[in-house]
């Protein structure tokens, strides 16, 4: 058999825990506080959340059939064959690898001498308050929006805000940030849905469109509970 054949084939694995407590998987990804939080914040609704429900029961047993050391994960085989392939198409093929540092960390650790065959490795900075800006203004000129100066402060400090908290990820968060507050500022208008509207205010991005972010209230909760614990103290 050819070197590629040899590296195709599967070699066994380790075999699936005896058992998986459902509990300690549901508690470390957070579902549970979301499933409480959806039925506190929406009244009545029950299909829906009946069906989300499921949906999160199926992502759960899933995130249990796929791990690192599962047998039915092929990862490892399949990092094998790219390596082979590289190596026997390395005058004519270009892999590139794209993630998160940890992550790409981790994936890289997977294999030993992975990391060295690949030439070039390059690392992106997280960007700056004021490159964030500068995307979100980009971002809403290219859909015929703008922020009135009030809210390009309020903006500002939205921006210094997120970048503390959970699950920041960079022009990707902001354009989310942009998509809500887009969301609101049309709710704005339309709730006085007699009055004229010039081009102007309709493009205006303004400050309550961006304060009635959540962002701005869990920052408020966070202080209170940091003064807390300094008076506990």
Do not use: C, W
């Not at 006085?192 to 081009?199: E, F, K, Q, Y």
């Amino acid at each position: 058999m050819s070197e590629q054949s040899n590296a195709m084939s599967i070699a066994p694995q380790d075999p699936l825990p005896a058992a998986v407590s459902l509990r300690e998987e549901l508690d470390a990804v957070g579902i549970s506080d979301v499933l409480a939080q959806l039925d506190r914040e929406l009244i009545g609704l029950k299909p829906v959340k009946t069906r989300i429900r499921e949906i999160s029961s199926l992502l759960l047993i899933e995130r249990v059939l796929h791990r690192p050391d599962n047998e039915r994960d092929y990862g490892q085989e399949a990092i094998e064959i790219l390596l082979q392939v590289m190596e026997n198409q390395r005058a004519d093929l270009v892999v590139i690898l794209a993630g998160y540092g940890e992550r790409m960390d981790k994936f890289f650790a997977s294999n030993p001498g992975f990391r060295s065959r690949i030439a070039h490795h390059i690392d992106f900075p997280e960007y700056a308050d004021d490159e964030l800006l500068s995307i979100a203004e980009m971002m809403l000129g290219e859909q015929n929006y703008r922020f009135s100066p009030d809210a390009r402060e309020a903006f500002v400090r939205y921006i210094a805000l997120r970048k503390t908290q959970p699950l920041f990820s960079n022009a990707r968060s902001i354009r989310n940030a942009l998509d809500r507050i887009r969301l609101r500022q049309a709710n704005r208008l339309v709730s006085d849905i007699d009055r004229l509207l010039t081009a102007d205010q309709i493009m205006s991005i303004e400050p309550p469109d961006v304060l009635a972010s959540r962002v701005f209230s869990d920052s408020v909760d966070q202080s209170r509970v940091e003064r807390g614990s300094e008076r506990d103290a």
